[in-house]
């Protein structure tokens, strides 16, 4: 139960963060809406979900499966944080400048980096 709590957590704190971080970007950055699709609000929250549930449901694997699940939970958190970063890096969008890759790259690491320690503290 305590791994749910903190999923649930995790799920808010990343999704408040990274809508914040879009609005910011496409405000700072003039990147067009709704044309550039990766940074509208509906995939930016269902993706930040996605995301951070798969986290959790993996901690939940590695907490049943290990002792010590904290350092091999943050080793998949490392690696699916890296191969997440493909998505982004490989976008064929004429409307997929610098800003805007940028600003994808960034959601992704602000979602790590509010839900790994979340998981580790909380579950």
Do not use: C, K, W
Request: hydrophobic fraction near 65%; charge should be neutral; charged fraction near 15%.
């Amino acid at each position: 139960m305590r791994i749910a709590t903190a999923t649930v957590l995790a799920v808010i704190a990343a999704v408040i963060a990274n809508v914040l971080l879009r609005a910011l970007a496409v405000a700072a950055f003039d990147i067009p809406q709704p044309e550039f699709e990766e940074l509208n609000l509906r995939p930016v929250i269902v993706s930040t979900l996605g995301g951070v549930i798969a986290a959790g449901l993996v901690y939940a694997l590695i907490a049943r499966l290990a002792r010590d699940p904290v350092r091999p939970f943050l080793i998949v958190a490392a690696a699916a944080l890296l191969l997440s970063l493909i998505a982004p890096l490989t976008i064929d969008d004429p409307d997929a400048d610098a800003a805007a890759v940028g600003t994808l790259i960034a959601m992704h690491v602000v979602a790590a980096a509010i839900s790994v320690p979340i998981l580790i503290r909380r579950a």
